[in-house]
């Protein structure tokens, strides 16, 4: 079965979405790239908004936003009914941001992460299914 994975990344973030595209890319998972594409400078919400909407409409199960800090990114996707972002900088953190917030999109700080790591969060996200259960309650107590 094929995913369709939504990637969008500011300038900042704009060389590792191309790595992990490169090292994710199969015939199960298929990224949708939102930009930006290059490295020139631009406004993060621009390529945020887009991705948050495809989580919003469900249209896609989960996303990945990079940035420099991933601050930006997770901060205006969360602006938007039914997207957990989660900042993840390591893969333990991933693990657990959808094993217990049943988190949909991975923010990623590219300037503090080595590219190795980054794809041992990747991995550590996608591999791991929500717990449900007690942690169903609490996600549930997420919206406002």
């Known amino acids: ?7 969008a990344a500011d300038h900042a973030g704009y060389d590792l979405k191309e790595l992990l595209k490169k090292q994710f890319s199969s015939k199960e998972m298929i990224f949708e790239d939102l930009g930006t594409h290059s490295s020139e400078s631009m406004d993060y919400p621009d390529i945020v908004h887009p991705l948050a909407k495809m989580i919003e409409a ?5 996303g990945i936003l990079i940035c420099g800090s991933a601050n930006g990114v997770a901060i205006t ?5 039914g997207v957990r972002a989660a900042i993840c900088w390591n893969p333990e953190i991933a693990a657990l941001a959808r094993l217990h917030n049943n988190a949909n999109v991975l923010c990623l700080p590219a300037r503090f992460i080595s590219n190795e790591l980054a794809f041992g969060i990747v991995k ?8 449900g259960g007690r942690h169903q309650r609490r996600v549930d107590k997420m919206t406002c």
């Open 1 to 7: 079965m094929q995913r369709i994975i939504p990637i």
């Open 124 to 131: 550590a996200f996608f591999d791991t299914q929500f717990e």
């Open 58 to 62: 469900d249209k896609s199960k989960l």
């Open 77 to 81: 996707a969360n602006k938007h009914a």
